[in-house]
């Protein structure tokens, strides 16, 4: 198997453990990667993809355009498990965003996330790792089963959430998943 950076760069798909479920992730600006992603899932093509960072920094490409009352309200429940969406910019590469044009963004605090995408240098896509409709894998072992040698795992343990993040609408403040 690659090291991570390779197989990151080369549009592969890697398993990883997040605050509540196992995730699914791969590199956000490669719309190969993202398109292997979503039918490795079975997932809706119409549905759009988180975008998942260990820091701020790795955000900025897709929260610059905010104003300064949305970036406070994002950062009062940042960094944590909760999933902001938020208005894109023209910026934002489109294979990214679901039918109401919004981008997905989280900014975790759980330790794998926050080593793996400090060693990429950058954020993630990700989603549950589970096949679209089924409940999440609940273990490497799990995911074994779902996808076989079709991803690399990232060995790690869950964070204390017990099912997927939350999820919210920046501007709105409507409640997707609760």
């Given at each position: 198997?690659?090291?991570?950076?390779?197989?990151?760069?080369?549009?592969?798909?890697?398993?990883y453990p997040t605050e509540g479920v196992w995730g699914l992730g791969c590199n956000p600006f490669s719309e190969k990667a993202v398109k292997k992603l979503i039918n490795?899932?079975?997932?809706?093509?119409?549905?759009?993809?988180?975008?998942?960072?260990?820091?701020?920094?790795?955000?900025?490409?897709?929260?610059?355009?905010?104003?300064?009352?949305?970036?406070?309200?994002?950062?009062?429940?940042?960094?944590?498990?909760?999933?902001?969406?938020?208005?894109?910019?023209?910026?934002?590469?489109?294979?990214?965003?679901?039918?109401?044009?919004?981008?997905?963004?989280?900014?975790?605090?759980?330790?794998?996330?926050?080593?793996?995408?400090?060693?990429?240098?950058?954020?993630?896509?990700?989603?549950?790792?589970?096949?679209?409709?089924?409940?999440?894998?609940?273990?490497?072992?799990?995911?074994?089963?779902?996808?076989?040698?079709?991803?690399?795992?990232?060995?790690?343990?869950?964070?204390?959430?017990?099912?997927?993040?939350?999820?919210?609408?920046?501007?709105?403040?409507?409640?997707?998943?609760?």
């Open positions: 198997m690659p090291d991570l950076k390779s197989l990151f760069l080369k549009d592969g798909i890697f398993a490795l899932k079975k997932r809706p093509k119409n549905k759009g993809i988180i975008i998942l960072a260990g820091s701020m920094e790795q955000l900025l490409p897709f929260t610059k355009h905010l104003n300064e009352k949305l970036t406070k309200r994002m950062n009062e429940k940042w960094p944590g498990p909760h999933t902001w969406l938020v208005p894109s910019s023209s910026e934002t590469p489109k294979w990214l965003l679901g039918p109401t044009g919004l981008l997905a963004l989280r900014l975790s605090n759980h330790k794998t996330v926050k080593e793996l995408t400090k060693s990429l240098n950058m954020p993630i896509c990700s989603t549950s790792a589970n096949i679209s409709g089924k409940e999440p894998a609940k273990d490497s072992d799990e995911i074994r089963t779902f996808f076989y040698d079709k991803v690399h795992i990232i060995e790690g343990k869950l964070g204390g959430l017990k099912k997927p993040t939350p999820v919210q609408n920046l501007e709105s403040k409507e409640w997707i998943r609760k």
